[in-house]
Nanobody, 126 residues
Framework: QVHLVESGGGLVQPGGSLRLSCAAP???????????MAWYRQAPGKQRELVAE???????NYADSVKGRFSISRDNSKKTIYLQMNSLKPEDTGVYYC?????????????????WGQGTQVTVSS
């Protein structure tokens, strides 16, 4: 298998917190630091949207809707990325997907080299 493996989703009340984890597949373990990593989410009836990304150089970017509440990080020793989600709102509800893209692919100098996870459900509700 070459899928990323997400975990940490669940049901939480508004204002609560969750931490999502994403483990790299065996295929990219040896070159993990050469991949840009990201979290996307998709709600019913909506397009999949970028939530947060962290590059191979650990530069982070966030969607405006989560800025100040979410934090993305990567542990290169464990080959894992995390998404710490605080002050959760009902509109944060959706399936969260982990994404990995080879930096050379992102730069357009290499053929597609991208992986996705199966997704983990996050539900924020009273």
């Amino acid at each position: 298998q070459v899928h990323l493996v997400e975990s940490g989703g669940g049901l939480v009340q508004p204002g609560g917190s969750l931490r999502l984890s994403c483990a790299a597949p065996r295929l990219i373990l040896s070159t993990y630091t050469m991949y840009n990593m990201a979290w996307y989410r998709q709600a019913p009836g909506k397009q999949r949207e970028l939530v947060a990304e962290i590059t191979s150089s650990r530069s982070a970017n966030y969607a405006d809707s989560v800025k100040g509440r979410f934090s993305i990080s990567r542990d290169n020793s464990k080959k894992t990325i995390y998404l710490q989600m605080n002050s959760l709102k009902p509109e944060d509800t959706g399936v969260y997907y982990c994404n990995a893209r080879n930096v050379l692919y992102d730069q357009g100098t290499q053929a597609r080299d991208e992986f996705w996870g199966q997704g983990t459900q996050v539900t924020v509700s009273s």
